[in-house]
């Protein structure tokens, strides 16, 4: 049975009253349900399967390893090559950093369990010193597995498409996206939950990316007004 990242009304009316535009796609969005894991090691592998791909590749790689490991655990990656991982659609690169990972844990230089008692930013500055573990891959571990409530992550795409839409800005800069962390907080990670709603362009009302066309979007966009006429 799945698991959902939990949260509450508090949290829904503080970002509300801190916040009308984002209270709007709250009300636009309604509750998220969105799958957390309450395991440390296959949620770390899973998040860096999901580095620089979309969210469907990501899927694919990740259940063709179920289907295989059943759950993916450090024994199933350390008895496996790297040409094994690779074949199930990741790259030898990332096939390597998860085998570093595995081997970080079984030998026990990396102790999970001590990352659970950790503060936000202990927890990713152990985390980071792993090859291949990025702030983002230790923010999305904090927040999908351990559901840390104050979780926003500046390096996140579709975070900044969210907010985008949400705001109508055409670029977040870092001085803009502290200003609404620190609005956000200690709720960051709801927050988050709600902008990549919206970032996925499918809730009523929320439909444009206000960021500048790139010059192959203004190409397809002329290209569709010729068909038009």
């Known amino acids: 049975m799945p698991r959902y990242f939990e949260y509450g009304d508090e949290a829904v009316a503080y970002l509300k009253a801190k916040d009308p535009q984002l209270a709007a796609a709250i009300d636009a969005v309604g509750h998220v349900y969105r799958e957390v894991d309450d395991d440390l090691f296959s949620a770390m592998v899973h998040h860096i ?61 990396l102790d999970l ?25 230790a923010e999305m571990l904090l927040l999908f597995c351990l559901q840390r409530p104050d979780v926003l992550s500046f390096d996140d795409l579709a975070i900044h498409r969210g907010m985008r839409m949400v705001y109508h800005h055409r ?6 996206f502290e200003k609404y962390r620190r609005r956000y907080s ?21 439909s444009r990316d206000y960021a500048p066309m790139t010059e192959a979007q203004k190409r397809a966009a002329r290209k569709k007004r010729r068909a038009k006429d």
Not at 124 to 136: H, K, N
Not at 171 to 176: G, W
Not at 187 to 199: D, E
Request: glycine share 10%.
């Open 49 to 109: 399967v999901g580095q620089q791909v979309s969210t469907a590749a990501q899927r694919t790689i990740w259940a063709r390893m179920q289907q295989v490991y059943g759950r993916v655990t450090p024994e199933a990656i350390g008895a496996a090559s790297e040409a094994e991982l690779q074949a199930f659609g990741m790259t030898f690169r990332k096939a390597g950093y998860i085998k570093g990972f595995a081997a970080a844990v079984e030998s026990g230089e």
């Open 171 to 176: 670029k977040v800069t870092r001085a803009m």
């Open 186 to 206: 200690p709720y960051g990670s709801v927050a988050s939950l709600y902008l990549w709603a919206v970032s996925h362009m499918d809730v009523p009302g929320y």
């Open 113 to 137: 369990a001590a990352i659970e008692a950790m503060s936000d930013a202990e927890a990713i500055a152990t985390l980071r010193a792993l090859p291949g573990i990025g702030t983002w891959t």
